[in-house]
Nanobody, 121 residues
Framework: QVQLVESGGGSVQTGGSLRLSCAASGNTFSNYAMAWFRRAPGKEREGVAT??????TYADSVKGRFTISRDNAKNTLYLQMDSLKPEDTAMYYCAAGTTWFTFDARRYACWGQGTQVTVSS
């Protein structure tokens, strides 16, 4: 398994940008399918983006605004978030698993502690 630590969250105004990072340690990072999830207050956890073998997938709610990437040499996953909206406010989590291209949280065995993103109008 891998240990995951997110960073980069914060507070921004509508239209702003943030870049989240997820540092991984442990077993071979490049072997894992990676994903970003989020949970807003009072809402269920939602898959935001996944990346497997360099191929990304996105939730419809963030397409065209968020970009997921990974640097296997640095064991790090990223989420570039642009044109942020108040509805993007949530705790963001990175996750590692072995099932490709899925937003099913049950398929991800390793999770970080989360980083808070707050977007004000």
């Amino acid at each position: 398994q891998v240990q995951l630590v997110e960073s980069g969250g914060g507070s921004v105004q509508t239209g702003g940008s943030l870049r989240l990072s997820c540092a991984a340690s442990g077993n071979t990072f490049s072997n894992y399918a990676m994903a970003w999830f989020r949970r807003a207050p009072g809402k269920e956890r939602e898959g935001v983006a996944t990346i497997t073998g360099g191929v990304p997938t996105y939730a419809d709610s963030v397409k065209g605004r968020f970009t997921i990437s990974r640097d296997n040499a640095k064991n790090t996953l990223y989420l570039q978030m642009d044109s942020l909206k108040p509805e993007d406010t949530a705790m963001y989590y990175c996750a590692a698993g072995t099932t490709w291209f899925t937003f099913d949280a049950r398929r991800y065995a390793c999770w970080g502690q989360g980083t808070q993103v707050t977007v004000s109008s």
